[in-house]
């Protein structure tokens, strides 16, 4: 009886003897056709982390973190995951369809399966180019209506987290107060650059496969122009949603043009010219790295050129559609990862 006492004794003190918190986060999983051998895991520029992935694509590391949004990079896309010490995350992913495939599991997941969530629900419910269409008071209660939307979304979601849930419900303002000025921006270009209206123009600009194309070259067809630069990450990020694009309408009446507005930044050379020649190299170097195809072009001053001004583009990317004629279709067109992007070019019987 004493024996089975003490075994019982000593039992209850397992029993109840809780496992401490742990300090850190783990984060593993397998990744098939893996783009990197490393996970890049980075929280502004506060925190920067690499994760190995190994040759099967499995990875396994800990994070001691502060709790809060990362993202994370796979070497060509991203997402966004929540971390807290403590939390135990498991992931898999397929990269040729990385939004369709990634997949969350484990202690604390639940808060990384909403932000996929939150993002999935933005998308659907923000179309850019249909606000575009809008004039300014329609635009303003259709930014009212997104907005009470939004905050109704994360009003149903409280059990998730509430400073996750805190923090988007503060961001909801400036969020949309950031897409109005840039929608009122382009309804603005398109009343300054009306449809119809003949195109500015660019001449003998110097082709990536050798000589020189000009605008005029093409007349006969219609032409998606991509501005862009290799310095800038958003235009980067658009080059796969354009190569699909360009395989989509392959034979068709249309051409692909990308125009690099690359200036000679973020290279420290003896002379401006020294500087520009460096970036024309580098833009040489990521059109073969990425495979680029369509009409690749480097524009002759940049920024000041007379088709970057003429378009009044002061940020990229840009997208422009231009007509068989060098008439205007679109000052602002959509981008290649617009969801419609295919029914809006064949529209116009493309």
């Given at each position: ?14 029993a ?20 990197s051998?490393?996970l ?31 993202g ?129 123009t ?14 005029s ?56 010219e ?6 024309k ?17 480097f ?38 990862s617009?969801?419609?992007?295919n ?8």
């Amino acid at each position: 009886m004493k024996k089975l006492l003490v075994c019982i004794a000593a039992l209850s003190i397992v029993a109840c003897k809780k496992e401490a918190p742990k300090d850190y986060a783990t984060i593993s999983g397998k990744i098939e056709n893996k783009n990197s051998d490393s996970l890049f895991v980075y929280q502004g520029r506060d925190f920067k982390r690499t994760i190995k992935v190994n040759e099967d694509g499995t990875f396994s590391d800990t994070l001691k973190v502060k709790s809060g949004v990362y993202g994370l990079y796979d070497g060509k896309e991203q997402t966004n995951i929540f971390l807290a010490n403590d939390m135990d995350i498991k992931m898999t992913l397929d990269t040729k369809a990385f939004d369709e495939t990634i997949a969350f599991s484990g202690k604390g997941a639940e808060k990384t399966n909403f932000l996929g969530e939150k993002l999935k629900f933005e998308e659907g419910l923000i179309d850019i180019e249909a606000l575009k269409s809008l004039d300014e008071t329609g635009l303003n209660s259709k930014i009212e209506s997104l907005k009470n939307e939004m905050i109704a979304f994360y009003d149903k979601n409280v059990s998730i987290d509430s400073t996750l849930i805190a923090q988007s419900k503060e961001q909801v303002s400036p969020m949309l107060d950031g897409l109005k000025g840039y929608v009122l921006g382009g309804i603005k270009l398109k009343q300054e650059l009306p449809a119809g209206t003949v195109s500015p123009t660019f001449e003998n600009y110097e082709n990536y496969k050798g000589g020189t194309v000009s605008l005029s070259d093409l007349k006969g067809k219609y032409v998606y122009v991509d501005v862009w630069a290799t310095w800038c990450g958003p235009c980067i990020g658009e080059i796969p949603a354009l190569q699909t694009l360009e395989k989509d309408y392959e034979g068709k009446n249309i051409a692909f043009v990308s125009i690099s507005t690359d200036d000679g930044r973020g290279y420290r050379a003896a002379s401006k010219e020294e500087s520009f020649k460096l970036s024309k190299e580098g833009w040489r170097k990521m059109i073969a790295e990425k495979e680029m195809s369509g009409i690749q072009l480097f524009a002759d001053k940049s920024f000041s050129s007379d088709f970057v001004t003429g378009y009044k583009i002061n940020s990229i990317p840009r997208f422009i559609l231009i007509d068989p004629n060098g008439n205007i279709v679109n000052a602002d067109a959509p981008r290649p990862s617009y969801p419609k992007i295919n029914e809006y070019l064949s529209s116009f019987g493309i």
